[in-house]
């Protein structure tokens, strides 16, 4: 395994010090990161969502900010806005939140929809237009967002066009016994455990050597038996009997930069039928949008991924030469 490769592996490795037990997670979201694109991570307030973006922003060596979103977060506050100077009789901008390489965006659908669409932009373009005026984000340029479940005090639904912007959605889950009482554990050592926690996680990346790796990522090689995979998944997401929307063009790009991203940390430099099928569930579900029949029959997302797994045929792919 090369150099670079071993540098991912280590920033979960550090991450781990601050999130216990959710290796699988750390990894497709490090993965997401190597696609260059953004995480979207659901779950129930608590479950170590925030201490899991913050941990990944230190141990990659990013410039961070953080925005705790609520319902009077204004999108000036993210995308800045000018002053007027009297002193210089000169307009001068004053950055915004979004101008940092890592984004913290804190329950993100507690605020208003007019906010949300703000991000928009900078989530696809990396840049921001205030007052005819487009600047560039820090490059590279992610945002981690986290949000509580739908229907929970305070929430509204993202809209679908923000929903496609997010190259994956994760979600913690409730810990094991055993994994819970390593968190009772550490939080009995020195007070508040979860900040300590996150200073003991050590930088092993900075700025430039992500778009290094993000480079090699990108240069992965893909089949075009593997290729036509990918397009028959999203095919059957929009022809399943339980779903009214399938996967979208935007999201099989982001599957492909996946499975390209996945092979490269697992030190091919090729992408494997296997590689699609373990980043699909997390690249898919959120893209999913379920129909009456699947309501009324409850029929959850994770069903529909499973059943899009089992029909569609995998291809044979011989190593490239």
């Not at 820090?138 to 496609?164: K, M």
């Not at 090689?221 to 397009?231: L, T």
């Amino acid at each position: 395994m090369a150099g670079e490769e071993r540098l991912a592996w280590r920033v979960i490795d550090e991450v781990e010090k601050a999130v216990v037990g959710k290796r699988e997670i750390l990894t497709k979201i490090m993965t997401a990161i190597l696609a260059g694109g953004h995480i979207l991570i659901e779950d129930i307030p608590g479950t170590g969502k925030t201490t899991m973006a913050a941990a990944f922003s230190r141990a990659m060596g990013l410039e961070v900010k953080r925005v705790q979103f609520t319902p009077d977060v204004l999108p000036s506050d993210l995308t800045g806005f000018t002053i007027y100077r009297k002193e210089t009789e000169e307009f001068v901008y004053q950055p915004g939140a979004v101008m940092c390489n890592l984004l913290l965006a804190d329950e993100i659908n507690r605020t208003s929809p007019k906010t949300q669409s703000a991000l928009l932009e900078v989530m696809e373009e990396q840049q921001v237009t205030v007052d005819g005026i487009t600047r560039k984000t820090g490059e590279p340029f992610i945002v981690i967002a986290t949000e509580n479940p739908a229907g929970s005090a305070g929430t509204q639904l993202l809209p679908e066009s923000q929903l496609d912007r997010f190259m994956i959605c994760v979600s913690m889950g409730y810990p094991t016994v055993e994994e819970e009482m390593e968190i009772l554990r550490r939080s009995q050592e020195g007070g508040n455990r979860g900040r300590l926690a996150e200073k003991e996680v050590d930088p092993v990346l900075d700025a430039a050597s992500l778009l290094v790796m993000r480079e090699k990522a990108a240069g992965i090689f893909v089949h075009e038996r593997i290729y036509r995979y990918i397009a028959e998944l999203a095919k059957a997401t929009r022809e399943n009997e339980w779903t009214e929307l399938g996967l979208s063009p935007r999201g099989t790009v982001a599957l492909t930069a996946m499975a390209k991203a996945c092979a490269w940390l697992k030190g091919r430099e090729y992408v494997v039928p296997a590689d699609v099928t373990e980043v699909f569930g997390c690249t898919a579900a959120h893209r999913i949008f379920l129909n009456m029949k699947a309501r009324v029959g409850h029929i959850q997302r994770e069903e529909v991924i499973r059943r899009v797994i089992e029909e569609v045929q995998h291809p044979s792919v011989r190593k490239r030469r």
